[in-house]
């Protein structure tokens, strides 16, 4: 390459104002003005602009989000409650493939509180049927991570906005035999359980056996909480509601069908 071109030396300019008397201006007849504008307790001061919903990534990820609800609600569903569904709180007990699926379907629907509860960890046969992990879950230097963290982990790279938590603990099951050197553990996820049974407003029930949804479902039945049971069979599905009664202008609510539980 040749030589770095010179620089070039800077504009200057020289400007001369006329005096008042020769440009006929009278300064007697200048607006009284201070550059202030009134605010709106009617108070002089600085005109400023956030351009934090234009430049920040994640409050501009969460006005797009809430958007496409308002279309939703003007173009499908007037009577649909955005505040109500933003402020409401979702524990889902597994985090498997419908444990995956239910926390996406309410992010969409504008849930912002989820959070998961699973005793697994992240098998290598689990991220091409659970979209909230990934191979290096699986994979990690450090072994398997468990899938309840790892879940609220990928909600919350989904939408930041969203508040995800994850706890890993194994749900106690009747006719599962405890011996005595579990018997603490047990107690401590029953009363863990039942604490996040009492934090949340509705509890999904997307565990792999009937067994492990019995004790949920008495704890949402004891709270007045409501509950969703979802479960998949190989043709066949069933989704029911129970725990929390059913308001009276809504009717009674039906299932799906029938089937078997596999959601590992």
């Not at 108070?43 to 990820?61: C, F």
Request: with cysteine.
């Amino acid at each position: 390459p040749g030589p770095a071109p010179a620089p070039r030396p800077s504009l200057a300019l020289r400007v001369r104002l006329r005096p008042p008397a020769e440009s006929g201006v009278n300064a007697t007849s200048l607006p009284q003005a201070v550059g202030w504008e009134r605010n709106p307790r009617g108070k002089l001061g600085a005109r400023l602009v956030s351009l934090r919903s234009q430049l920040d990534a994640r409050a501009l990820a969460e006005s797009s989000v809430d958007l496409n609800l308002r279309l939703m609600k003007w173009r499908l569903m007037p009577s649909l409650d955005l505040a109500a569904l933003a402020a409401h709180r979702c524990l889902l007990v597994g985090a498997g493939t419908l444990g995956c699926n239910v926390a996406r379907a309410l992010l969409a629907w504008g849930v912002r509180t989820i959070t998961f509860v699973d005793g697994g960890l992240v098998s290598h046969s689990n991220p091409v049927r659970q979209s909230l992990f990934t191979f290096a879950d699986c994979a990690a230097g450090d072994g398997a991570r468990a899938k309840a963290p790892a879940a609220a982990a990928a909600v919350a790279a989904i939408f930041p906005g969203a508040r995800a938590e994850g706890h890993q603990l194994s749900v106690p099951m009747p006719g599962h035999p405890v011996t005595a050197g579990e018997e603490e553990a047990v107690r401590a996820d029953v009363a863990r359980l039942e604490a996040l049974v009492d934090a949340h407003d509705t509890v999904f029930l997307l565990t792999d056996t009937r067994e492990s949804r019995w004790l949920p479902t008495l704890l949402c039945t004891a709270r007045g909480k409501l509950a969703i049971t979802a479960a998949l069979g190989f043709d066949s599905y069933v989704v029911m509601r129970h725990g929390s009664p059913v308001p009276a202008d809504l009717g009674t609510a039906s299932d799906g069908g029938g089937g078997d539980d596999d959601d590992d």
